[in-house]
């Protein structure tokens, strides 16, 4: 069984207090940070967020797993800068890497990252089979469940189908979601097999963040225990 892992986005964290926000959310029972690195070009996201140079300033206030959403065009680029700056876990976006993705996994497992694959709402979830069953395979799938880019969007429920597809042919995979979860949301994504929870707004707007992520938790869990029986 795979365990649950409650992934705050630091998107939603008081940038100019991030090495105060990651210990924050550790605190109140995070497993991982999400750190989403975004390029600015139009033909992807149209956003500019943070970059190696971060995620370096941060890796020296906090061991935590720090799990990098690349929504960039060239992901290629990022592997060598994002490795030497202490990045743990390297997810690019099968739609920049149709053409490369076999030397990306190598490149990313070779600075001591782990390889997963995000896919946006449009693509079909066919599309990351082919990086799962390969000799190099990722480790993980993010479905996002918002368009990538902007943070507090509404979530898609209509993405629970790829989650339970890969749930069925993939029993022991990571699989990450992002955009919209929250209490009113978390019961659709775990239910349908996820159980690598990012929360942003939901987790850094709350009054009581770590009874939030503690719900989150608890979701996945009693969906898990559900699916047992």
């Known amino acids: 069984m795979?365990?649950?892992?409650?992934?705050p986005s630091m998107l939603s964290s008081d940038f100019a207090n991030l090495a105060a926000e990651a210990d924050r959310m550790l605190r109140y029972g995070a497993d991982w940070l999400h750190m989403d690195i975004m390029d600015g070009f139009v033909s992807f996201v149209?956003?500019?967020?943070?970059?190696?140079?971060?995620?370096?300033?941060?890796?020296?206030?906090?061991?935590?797993?720090?799990?990098?959403?690349?929504?960039?065009?060239?992901?290629?680029?990022?592997?060598?800068?994002?490795g030497k700056a202490g990045?743990?876990?390297?997810?690019?976006?099968?739609?920049?890497?149709?053409?490369?993705?076999?030397?990306?996994?190598?490149?990313?497992?070779?600075?001591?990252?782990?390889?997963?694959?995000?896919?946006?709402?449009?693509?079909?979830?066919?599309?990351?089979?082919?990086?799962?069953?390969?000799?190099?395979?990722?480790?993980?799938?993010?479905v996002m469940t918002v368009h990538p880019g902007f943070g507090g969007q509404k979530f898609l429920p209509e993405m629970m189908d790829k989650i339970r597809a890969l749930r069925k042919k993939y029993p022991s995979l990571d699989i990450e979601v992002d955009g919209g979860l929250g209490p009113s949301t978390i019961d659709l994504a775990s239910s349908a097999g996820?159980?690598?929870?990012?929360?942003?707004?939901?987790?850094?707007?709350?009054?009581?963040?770590?009874?939030?992520?503690?719900?989150?938790?608890?979701?996945?869990?009693?969906?898990?225990?559900?699916?047992?029986k």
């Open 2 to 7: 795979v365990k649950p892992k409650i992934v």
């Open 46 to 82: 149209p956003n500019l967020t943070i970059g190696a140079p971060v995620i370096e300033s941060l890796r020296k206030h906090t061991d935590a797993y720090l799990d990098c959403h690349l929504m960039v065009t060239n992901p290629l680029d990022y592997v060598e800068p994002l």
């Open 87 to 142: 990045a743990s876990g390297f997810t690019f976006h099968v739609e920049a890497a149709k053409e490369n993705w076999q030397e990306l996994i190598q490149r990313i497992k070779s600075k001591g990252m782990r390889p997963g694959v995000a896919l946006k709402p449009g693509t079909p979830i066919e599309e990351v089979h082919p990086l799962l069953e390969a000799k190099d395979p990722v480790e993980m799938v993010l």
């Open 194 to 228: 996820a159980n690598c929870i990012v929360a942003g707004s939901s987790v850094f707007g709350a009054s009581y963040p770590a009874e939030v992520i503690s719900k989150l938790r608890k979701s996945v869990l009693d969906a898990q225990a559900g699916s047992k």
